[in-house]
């Protein structure tokens, strides 16, 4: 079968057009994304180099599919002589549109990411995400995009389409009711700052007790202390409560809250022998000069009888312990003295009675104020003894083999 000259004018210039968009599409990617490259100078280029890539070569395909639609029409208009070519013609045409379609909705998801990682970025990310709005905005144009699409192929105006998606309402609502609940949510917690990148919450609910690693549209992700990850979905922490110990790391502190019980049988008035003692103790020396003092006065003016301790006002070794302790954390270069300080008996229970250290450390990092708290009551709970004070234990096993054997020793 011979071949026409216009078919042979129409494969030449096709192929020229091949040659000529591929050159276009490579030259364009190029000096677009050396475009990007300079017009970004400003952020980190390592840390965004796959946005701008990813970017710079959906622009350079859209130019592209730009210059593949204005040569066919220049080409159909130079040989067309056939209703074949005219039916090619409007195919091609239908498909440069698609094309067209979907490469604007690529290139406008590529300028989502770029913007999206470029405000990561920013000294406010952490604290006002924007994954989620991103998400929402996607999900938005990829229906928008499939819209077009099936209007395209139908040949059908959107607002036809339109018009008949108002059936399917209640159904879209449906599917996409995690979607619209984790806008919502997310708005809300955006607003109200409730929590943010890298806040420490506990929801025990979901077994989460860790940071915030990740604020999607539907779903939170919590790294836990153990490493593992949980996800929880983001209107559950609208509808529900959880702790946010973000609070903690801004206030400059963290609480120590320990007890240490003492044996109540070890609890005695203070004699000469104990105060002269604890005079020694660098710590107490004044508090000891200055409550003996108003001791002696408040004795003296109320004509107390001094032979028995049990008159008048005395001190005791718990109280005077107690003002150690106090004197003890007022001194130590690790203590938030500006915050809530507390050294208080409990309610006295089967166990002693609990000495209550209620303080907070300046140190935050976990590793140090567990340091910080076990050398604090290393210390007191060695000097407890210097008091004349026990600390209470529950007998052992070996308690009970050691009474038992003294008892069959007698």
């Known amino acids: 079968m011979e071949v026409s000259t216009n078919q042979w004018i129409l494969i030449g210039l096709t192929c020229l057009g091949l040659i000529l968009i591929a050159a276009a599409y490579a030259i364009g990617r190029r000096l677009i994304y050396q475009a990007l490259f300079r017009l970004l100078d400003l952020v980190i280029k390592d840390e965004i180099e796959n946005e701008e890539r990813q970017l710079s070569n959906r622009l350079a395909l859209f130019v592209s599919i730009l210059c593949l639609s204005a040569y066919s029409n220049f080409l159909f208009d130079l040989v067309i002589s056939s209703p074949v070519q005219q039916i090619l013609e409007g195919v091609l045409d239908s498909t440069i549109d698609l094309l067209l379609i979907i490469c604007i909705?690529?290139?406008?998801?590529?300028?989502?990411?770029?913007?999206?990682?470029?405000?990561?970025?920013?000294?406010?990310?952490?604290?006002?995400?924007?994954?989620?709005?991103?998400?929402?905005?996607?999900?938005?144009?990829?229906?928008?995009?499939?819209?077009?699409?099936?209007?395209?192929?139908?040949?059908?105006?959107?607002?036809?389409?339109?018009?008949?998606?108002?059936?399917?309402?209640?159904?879209?609502?449906?599917?996409?009711?995690?979607?619209?609940?984790?806008?919502?949510?997310g708005l809300q917690l955006i607003a109200n700052r409730m929590v943010s990148k890298g806040d420490w919450i506990e929801m025990p609910k979901y077994g989460a007790d860790g940071d915030v690693i990740d604020i999607a549209l539907t779903t939170v992700k919590v790294q836990n202390w153990d490493k593992t990850i949980t996800t929880i979905p983001t209107y559950a922490l609208i509808s529900e409560s959880f702790k946010n110990w973000r609070g903690m790391k801004e206030s400059g502190g963290r609480r120590i809250k320990r007890t240490i019980n003492l044996d109540l049988s070890s609890i005695k008035f203070c004699d000469q022998k104990m105060l002269d003692q604890f005079s020694k103790i660098q710590y107490i020396a004044e508090y000891i000069q200055q409550k003996q003092e108003e001791v002696d006065q408040y004795n003296s003016a109320n004509g107390v009888d001094s032979v028995s301790l049990v008159n008048g006002r005395r001190l005791t070794n718990v109280g005077t312990f107690r003002a150690y302790a106090e004197s003890y954390l007022r001194n130590h270069p690790d203590i938030h003295q500006s915050m809530t300080f507390l050294v208080r008996h409990r309610q006295p229970t089967e166990h002693g009675l609990p000495i209550e250290l209620?303080?907070?450390?300046?140190?935050?990092?976990?590793?140090?104020?567990?340091?910080?708290?076990?050398?604090?009551?290393?210390?007191?709970?060695?000097?407890?003894?210097?008091?004349?004070?026990?600390v209470f234990q529950a007998p052992s096993s070996s308690d009970f083999r050691s009474f038992l054997s003294n008892q069959d020793q007698l």
């Open 105 to 185: 909705s690529a290139n406008f998801f590529a300028l989502l990411n770029l913007t999206h990682k470029i405000y990561s970025f920013s000294p406010i990310a952490d604290e006002v995400p924007i994954k989620g709005v991103v998400q929402v905005i996607k999900i938005a144009v990829f229906f928008l995009t499939g819209l077009f699409v099936v209007a395209t192929i139908l040949q059908q105006k959107i607002a036809v389409l339109l018009s008949g998606l108002g059936a399917l309402s209640a159904v879209l609502m449906l599917i996409f009711k995690d979607s619209v609940l984790g806008f919502v949510a």
């Open 358 to 390: 209620y303080v907070f450390s300046s140190d935050q990092v976990w590793a140090n104020y567990e340091s910080i708290q076990a050398d604090i009551f290393d210390h007191l709970l060695a000097v407890i003894p210097e008091f004349n004070l026990r």
